[in-house]
């Protein structure tokens, strides 16, 4: 059999593949992301980019029911989007298997919260496994196919950045051809009115007990005995960093099921030992649970609840022992924040929206750094789709006079996730808003996934393309109005207009991501001695221009020829390079 270097989350696809997957349908959300896009490359099974994580559940649980075996992704705030199928679908079972990858962002690399989504396997009595490395994300992938199946259920499989992005060697196996389970009407086990779910929360209990039962047995909660005196109980990454941190000086008990988690396993392993650590970051989930069988453990007093463990911290708490010091830089190095890249459409935008002294309420996407300095835009960042129903709620709040100086901006793809609800609720409750929908042709913050705005699915095959003109006038908005943020004069006198009006209006500012295929822009820009040193082009924060003492300089290898800087100097000082 091959052995092959794998990212944890192409290990999950080439896990879901060799169980016989034939559905999955997934929402782009960093760290998740690459499972679906990996599934791309097995042609027996139907992938999709669903508009949202609840649509995307509720096509994977639509073909579980029908008798195949099915699978969503998401981020860990993606789960939250997916929650209301996901609680009832745990009432329901499964017919064919059924699971859900949610990938945790511990460090909030690329999230806006850091929440801990064990605590939605225990909320929705679904099991959750979490592994460790790339082999572990293949193999649990398969058997949590196989738990489904067996236990009637949804399974979770939880990861994180350090899993989903690292790398390790993965076993290859054939594919295993599992038919189509026979689907057949089942009104009490599948339609979830009162009288049926109050049935089925009996068979959920039931089968809680019978998971719990598992648990203690199952080889995926192992220990790993060096005739130690300290214990430490761990799952997923922090059994990886405790590994490394403490190698054999300590025992492990190891939990490949992270929910339900046993109690007798737990409880022998801690009687063994004087000293038991439990090593987990986020909340303390296992900790509670140890504490619940009234057991003494040390967790949360000695490590963080925030961000992401490293092993010596833990070798620090645990053995009382610093790491060997490591050969630190001599000279100080740049900060480097993330920037909106050279060339980058939401730039013109942002730059327009802060000249005019415009609240801006914000969402999730590249977009979302326009709050960084020099553009700092954007006042308000909550959740996918909220920068439209916050806006409305800020101007029902302070009135007709501060809606005249208030914009949402959301992005395409962002907007068909669920920025179209919030458009509706302006309308419908006689709103005066402005969106913005921040069009770029692509879901550029997650790596430039299609969605139903760009005419292409997934696989790159041609399909209907969302015209976001005529769905703003279905949805009640009269005044829709197309803009290039790039032509700056045209596009403040656009936003000006419309946060005039007294009814909800929609700006498309158009213009595709500048790192997309299909965007030539050519040549560069360079300064002329036309340049009085203003400096209104640094306003614009763009990567390729700086002020080197009191000298503008444009760098070449980072400028792309957009020419947004042009139209920005009021001295004609900065021209097409020859």
């Not at 645990?318 to 050279?342: D, G, N, S, T």
């Amino acid at each position: 059999m091959e052995k092959k270097l794998m990212l944890g989350n192409a290990a999950v696809a080439r896990g879901a593949y060799e169980a016989g997957v034939r559905v999955v349908s997934s929402y782009p959300g960093t760290p998740s992301t690459e499972i679906t896009e990996n599934m791309v490359q097995y042609e027996d099974v139907f992938c999709e980019w669903a508009p949202n994580e609840k649509v995307a559940g509720e096509v994977a649980i639509g073909a579980s029911i029908a008798g195949a075996r099915a699978m969503s992704c998401m981020k860990h705030v993606g789960l939250n989007v997916m929650a209301d199928p996901v609680f009832t679908v745990s009432y329901i079972g499964a017919n064919g298997g059924l699971v859900f990858c949610v990938a945790d962002d511990q460090g909030m690399h690329s999230s806006q919260n850091e929440q801990d989504s064990r605590h939605y396997a225990k909320a929705s009595k679904i099991m959750m496994l979490e592994p460790s490395d790339s082999g572990e994300c293949k193999e649990f992938t398969k058997l949590a196919f196989d738990l489904s199946e067996e236990y009637d259920t949804p399974v979770f499989l939880r990861l994180s950045t350090r899993v989903s992005h690292s790398q390790s060697f993965v076993t290859l196996e054939d594919r295993k051809e599992v038919t189509l389970k026979p689907y057949e009407k089942n009104i009490a086990k599948n339609v979830m009115m009162p009288a049926n779910a109050v049935k089925r929360h009996v068979i959920v209990e039931e089968r809680m007990k019978a998971l719990t039962k598992l648990a203690e047995i199952t080889p995926l909660n192992r220990t790993e005995e060096n005739g130690a005196k300290i214990g430490v109980i761990c799952a997923g990454i922090a059994y990886m960093y405790a590994k490394e941190a403490l190698g054999d000086q300590v025992d492990y008990l190891k939990l490949g099921m992270v929910y339900p988690l046993p109690e007798e396993k737990i409880k022998a392993f801690a009687a063994a030992h004087e000293k038991v650590f439990v090593i987990e970051e986020l909340d303390p989930f296992i900790e509670e649970h140890c504490r619940a069988l009234g057991l003494s453990v040390i967790g949360k007093e000695a490590f963080s609840l925030l961000g992401e463990y490293t092993p010596s911290m833990i070798k620090k708490a645990v053995l009382k022992e610093e790491a060997p010091a490591y050969e630190a830089v001599e000279e100080a190095l740049p900060v480097r924040p993330p920037v909106m890249c050279a060339g980058c459409p939401h730039r013109g935008t942002f730059y327009v929206l802060k000249k005019l002294g415009l609240t801006v309420s914000g969402d999730i996407g590249c977009y979302t750094l326009g709050a960084a300095a020099p553009l700092q835009s954007v006042d308000t960042t909550i959740c996918m789709g909220a920068s439209v129903s916050a806006a409305h709620g800020m101007a029902k709040a302070r009135g007709k006079e501060f809606n005249r100086k208030l914009v949402s901006v959301i992005g395409d793809s962002t907007f068909m996730h669920s920025g179209m609800t919030g458009l509706v609720d302006i309308v419908y409750n006689q709103g005066a808003n402005t969106v913005i929908i921040l069009d770029n042709s692509i879901t550029g913050m997650t790596g430039h996934q299609d969605n139903p705005t760009t005419g292409y699915t997934i696989r790159g095959e041609e399909t209907k393309q969302v015209n976001l003109i005529t769905l703003c006038h279905g949805l009640g908005v009269e005044h829709v109005v197309v803009a290039d943020p790039f032509d700056v004069k045209e596009f403040e006198r656009v936003v000006k207009e419309e946060t005039e009006r007294d009814e909800p209006s929609v700006i498309i500012a158009q213009r595709p991501c500048a790192l997309l295929k299909k965007v030539k822009y050519t040549g560069k820009v360079a300064i002329n001695d036309q340049c009085r040193k203003c400096k209104q082009c640094m306003k614009l924060g763009c990567p390729a221009i700086s002020c080197v003492g009191d000298q503008i300089v444009i760098d070449e290898s980072q400028c792309v020829g957009c020419e947004l800087c042009i139209g920005v100097c009021p001295f004609h000082a900065i021209e097409k390079a020859e």
